[in-house]
Nanobody, 121 residues
Framework: VQLQAFGGGLVHAGGSLRLSCAAS????????MGWFRRAPGKEREFVAA???????DYADSVKGRFTISRDNTKSTVYLQMNSLKPEDTAVYHC????????????????WGQGTLVTVSS
């Protein structure tokens, strides 16, 4: 599976961005997808995940602000980010696996390159 993430950029606090991650090389509809992020000087952390059948999970820090969704016809997963905060600044990575909407990095077998999100105060 190859993953291509895009949609990052610079936004003011309170603004919105939508990240996309396009997958190729395998039956997308059978995969669970996740978003993780790495802020400057910090470890990579879980953001959101969606299982092959639509179950979702979110980090507490983004609940109510971020929404993960998928379009199997386009083999794409999305991360809609609203009410962005400076602490959301990070490189965001998408990942694919077969273990459900997991919060753990080891549950994902394939990773895409990151896309940078910068939120200014």
């Amino acid at each position: 599976v190859q993953l291509q993430a895009f949609g990052g950029g610079l936004v003011h606090a309170g603004g919105s961005l939508r990240l996309s991650c396009a997958a190729s090389g395998r039956t997308f509809s059978s995969l669970s997808m996740g978003w993780f992020r790495r802020a400057p000087g910090k470890e990579r952390e879980f953001v959101a995940a969606i299982s092959w059948d639509g179950d979702t999970d979110y980090a507490d820090s983004v609940k109510g602000r971020f929404t993960i969704s998928r379009d199997n016809t386009k083999s794409t997963v999305y991360l809609q980010m609203n009410s962005l905060k400076p602490e959301d600044t990070a490189v965001y990575h998408c990942a694919a696996g077969r273990r459900g909407a997991s919060t753990f990095e080891f549950s994902y077998d394939f990773w895409g390159q990151g896309t940078l999100v910068t939120v200014s105060s």
